[in-house]
């Protein structure tokens, strides 16, 4: 599975972007979607998953309510619609394919995408 995020970009705090992240390849082999972020200085972090089948979804605690995960089946495509961005979201977001039924872990994933910088602004 090959996966190509987009949507990154400079921002102020308040505002808003959507990432995006096209699969291809052998997509029937993945599950569960994710989406992971890492700040400069820390390590990668979980940000949300969504399941292709149910739609299913799961948020950490520090993007709940603010941001929302979806999936267009038909087109292979995910979306991370990110709200009221804050500066502590600054951080290079990948998303990332497993054939497990749910990732909540780095470790979960098999296939990654390239990552898209997020950057915002006080």
């Known amino acids: 599975v090959q996966l190509q995020a987009s949507g990154g970009g400079l921002v102020q705090a308040g505002g808003y972007l959507r990432l995006s992240c096209a699969a291809s390849?052998?997509?029937?082999?993945?599950?569960?979607m994710g989406w992971f972020r890492q700040a400069p200085g820390k390590e990668r972090e979980f940000v949300s998953t969504?399941?292709?089948?149910?739609?299913?979804?799961y948020y950490a605690d520090s993007v709940k309510g603010r941001f929302t995960i979806s999936r267009d089946n038909a087109k292979n495509l995910v979306h991370l619609q990110m709200n009221s961005l804050k500066p502590e979201d600054t951080a290079v977001y990948y998303c990332?394919?497993?054939?497990?039924?749910?990732?909540?872990?780095?470790?979960?994933?098999?296939?990654w995408g390239q990552g898209t910088q997020v950057t915002v602004s006080s």
């Open positions: 390849g052998r997509t029937k082999s993945s599950t569960t």
């Open positions: 969504i399941r292709w089948g149910t739609g299913g979804t």
């Open positions: 990332a394919a497993t054939g497990l039924r749910v990732g909540l872990r780095e470790d979960d994933y098999y296939f």
